[in-house]
């Protein structure tokens, strides 16, 4: 029997202490693909990495076997804002992480669309659109990628229609710039229904008729301890929250997304029989991906 190219699993990990500390904790508990976020994810400030940084960075994943590294964008990011000086603020700090992505080796930076807080949804999506292409602008030879994330909706928040990534990936001046981020949370939130019987794969060709599945390239694997289609964003192990497991199988098991790396954004901490939860989360992953 041919051996399937299974997708690369991994996690999202605190780089406190250094950014080579963030590839030390992935290694520890298996992972095969690393993501990061590139500063405090809660200030706007530009931390300044030197070339001695993230040189020590880019040997640790040499050594350690990771096989990709993504970072994920501030929380304070807002492309899609009316309000001219948080989105000029916004397009500056992703130009700055789309540099510290190249100089760190980074391969995606995922970002989420952002929200409209006032007006319609359209002159969101205008707005979204426009903002990239002064990111791409700012920074035009950047080797990495921004990835738009699909979201679960809460407020004003875009990008938890398919609709609304295909429309600003129509939009912008240089769409091959951009992928997409598939978080399993978000888009069973956003109300499709992923856990239904047959419902991962329905959800799948609707995914690919709206956007096309090869803009796929990187997924959030979270289960999700808000009801389905409630529009909020709270993220669970897998198998334990609203969507089950037999999503995750069918995700991990699709030969169309195969080799694609997939992070776990989940609780962490450890066990009732004190494992480290990406551990476990990572073996129940690796089970589902080799069953039928
Ligand atoms: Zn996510
Ligand atoms: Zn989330």
Redesign the pocket.
Known sequence: MARRDLSLLGAHMSIAGGYHRAVERAAAVGCQCLQIFTKNSNQWRDPEVSEEQAGIFREAMRTSGLRAAIS?DSYLINLGSPDQSLRDRSVGALAAELKRADLLGLDYV?VHPGAYIDGSVEAGLHRISAAIDDIHAAVPSARAKLLL?TTAGQGTNLGWRFEHLAAILERVREPSRLGV?F?T??VFAAGYPIHQPRGMAAVLREFDAVIGLSKIRAV?L?DSRAEFASRVDRHAHVGQGKIGTEAFRRLLRDERLAGIPMYL?TPKGTDAEGRDWDAVNLELLRKLARSR
């Open positions: 994920h995922v994330e981020c978080d949370c978000h959030h979270n954004e």
